[in-house]
């Protein structure tokens, strides 16, 4: 399997879509780290108005039809969110982890496993918006088809 570089510019505005190719919805918004690099996706699946659905940017590859997850839109219209205009809550991010199965820095201690620094993605409240902060806009690696 290749790999493929994006950008949180490139990414953002792109769509996503669920294992089965449906359009889950616009990537809004990205949390980035100091470096630029994006950590999580905040996605737009205009199912809850007013929200959006936060993904970890770890589970994307990139398709032929465009960018996948390997989740059904069932699983992700129940995956935590975050507000439209405001950033996720700091006492929900060990749900976030758990959610997704995913390794959480110890910094989130309220997540069921945690994994090594530097080798999990940050929280949200350790990252910035990319869309509302002047980041640096480094590409993160991808895996394709």
């Not at 809850?48 to 996948?68: C, H, K, Q, Y």
């Not at 069932?74 to 995956?79: F, R």
């Not at 996720?88 to 976030?96: C, F, N, P």
Request: some cysteine; aromatic content about 8%.
């Amino acid at each position: 399997m290749a790999t493929i570089s994006l950008t949180a510019e490139e990414l953002q505005g792109r769509h996503l879509l669920d294992e089965t190719e449906r359009d889950i919805g616009e990537i809004s918004d990205l949390y980035v780290d100091d470096d630029g690099r994006p950590h999580w996706l905040l996605v737009d699946t205009s199912f809850f108005p007013g929200f959006f659905s936060v993904i970890p940017v770890t589970d994307v590859i990139v398709a032929d039809n465009g960018l996948e997850v390997h989740y059904s839109m069932e699983k992700l219209t129940g995956a935590p969110n975050a507000m439209k205009g405001r950033d996720y809550a700091a006492h929900r991010e060990g749900r976030l982890y758990d959610y997704y199965r995913l390794e959480a820095p110890e910094s989130v201690g309220d997540a069921t496993h945690h994994g090594e620094a530097g080798k999990v993605l940050l929280p949200p409240s350790a990252l910035c918006r990319f869309s509302t902060l002047s980041c640096e806009n480094k590409p993160v690696d991808f895996d394709t088809e």
